[in-house]
């Protein structure tokens, strides 16, 4: 009888469902805050992440806040981790500055534990490629979710890159 009772909880073990975490890309959407890290540490930055077409766009919070123009723009790639993991990598383009070369970015939505809330982590280099290996990137900040975003996209930014 104990034999059977294992067995049969052996088999409800490996015929059920793992558990999988929901990817959810639209958690990205909200107000996130932050400073710089890395080469050009302590510069706060604020963003407004809302959808723009199949995208992601982060419009900057100027002082007052007021809505400045879009800065960032990044795509969903894939979840993170192990399958239980809700983080997310998102990739694409960071323009802080008109007239200064745009981030090829690298954006991770890492999700809150009992020592960090949720945040983003952002890096990117120059030069029309992210290149994952680098020792150092020229930007990288740490972002953390404030509130709801109160900004919007530009009607004239569309999903294509």
Known sequence: MPGRILLSLFLLLIGAPLAVAEVKPERIAGRWAGETLGMKR?????????????????IKVEAG?????????????????DPQSDDLLFEGKLELAPGN?????????????DKAPLMIQIRGDTGG????YRRSFPFEARLERLMDAVCHAPQSVSARR
Not at 42 to 58: E, F, H
Not at 65 to 81: I, Y
Not at 129 to 132: C, G, I, L, P, T
Request: some cysteine; proline content about 6%; hydrophobic content about 45%.
């Open 129 to 132: 490629v992210y290149r994952e």
């Open 65 to 81: 806040d007021k809505c400045g123009g879009t800065a960032l723009k990044v795509e969903f790639v894939e979840p993170l981790g």
């Open 42 to 58: 302590g510069i706060p930055i604020t963003l407004d992440i809302v959808a723009c077409g199949n995208a992601w766009c982060g």
């Open 101 to 113: 070369a745009p981030y090829m970015v690298h954006a991770w939505l890492l999700s809150a534990t």
